[in-house]
């Protein structure tokens, strides 16, 4: 079988069109599909009946899969995934990460002590209204940026934190999730990424981003932002970004090294529902390989495990 594909984006994303992925894929349409990956950024699939089993066994054929730091998300049964949206038990208590407002411009993992380069994101509950994901390349932004720009960036490495993004969403609502143990936190240190780097499959030029990091080498953290910035209004222009309004039964993978997204408003479904199942898959090969993943895992692996 060929897999059939329809452009999203004259520069990224492309749909897949029909493979069924609630069954598992072939060695060589699995090849294909891995290959498209790499090429276009940005996978979509409609229809697509996944159990959370389906998904974990998926993100296994991508690569390694992370174990979701905010472990009383991830699903017992199958770790790999975890849940995103506003769903609350009886009592008010979140089922499901859920960060009011919404995030801005990000790359997942960025914050992490190693790239995650895939994500998957499925959807089983959407609401009517709000509740989409918008996407931009970040390689096509360091195409589109000015030279000066990339020159001043070419050597110069970012002090990303997960600690720094995480307590003050904490603070700002301590229902929402479970504070992390100090085993938990010791094992998510800060971390310096380089801004530019080369993808380690395609060969391309990409600009990594954190939107928020904690400082720079090279140049003053002020500096650092007001570049960032820029790049983001030239990667953000409304011809370059794709905004996915989601339907249930949708599953998108993304490379997180040539690929930022965003949430959007949550206040337009507060009185709806949305439940999401997220993976994060470490691909090979990888910008930044870690020799104790496993370990890692282990340690925000979810209660019953």
């Given amino acids: 079988m060929h897999v059939k594909t329809k452009p999203i984006m004259r520069n990224f994303g492309v749909e897949v069109l029909n493979v069924d992925l609630s069954n598992p894929v072939s060695s060589s349409v699995f090849a294909e599909i891995r290959a498209l990956y790499f090429e276009h950024s940005l996978l979509l699939f409609r229809g697509q009946l996944l159990t ?33 949206g506003n769903i609350e038990d009886a009592t008010g208590k979140p089922l499901t990460f859920f960060v009011r407002g919404g995030f801005g411009w990000h790359t997942d993992g960025s914050v992490a002590c190693h790239v995650d380069a895939a994500t998957l994101l499925y959807a089983v509950e959407v609401p009517e209204e709000g509740g989409g994901t918008l996407f931009c390349s970040s390689a096509t932004a360091y195409e589109e940026v000015p030279l000066s720009i990339r020159d001043e960036l070419c050597e110069v490495s970012m002090l990303c934190s997960f600690h720094a993004h995480n307590d003050p969403l904490y603070e700002s609502n301590p229902e929402s999730f479970i504070q992390l143990t100090p085993t938990e936190r010791a094992a998510l240190p800060p971390v310096w990424h ?88 470490y691909t090979e090969p990888t910008e930044r390989p870690i020799p104790n993943l496993e370990e890692l895992n282990a340690i925000f692996m979810p209660n019953g495990i």
């Fill in 194 to 281: 380089k801004v530019v780097q080369t993808h380690p499959v395609t060969g391309k030029h990409v600009f990594y981003l954190n939107l928020d990091p904690m400082k720079f080498s090279g140049i003053t953290r002020e500096r650092g932002i007001t570049l960032f910035n820029r790049i983001l209004e030239i990667a953000t222009q409304p011809n370059l970004v794709y905004r996915h309004r989601w339907q249930p039964k949708e599953l998108i993978i993304w490379d997180n090294h040539a690929m930022l997204h965003s949430g959007t408003l949550t206040d337009i479904y507060a009185t709806d529902r949305r439940l999401m199942h997220r993976s994060f898959v």
């Fill in 52 to 84: 959370p089993a389906d998904q974990a066994r998926l993100a296994h054929q991508l690569g390694q899969p992370k174990i979701e730091t905010r472990k009383q998300f991830n699903l017992v049964d199958h770790p790999e995934v975890s849940t995103l």
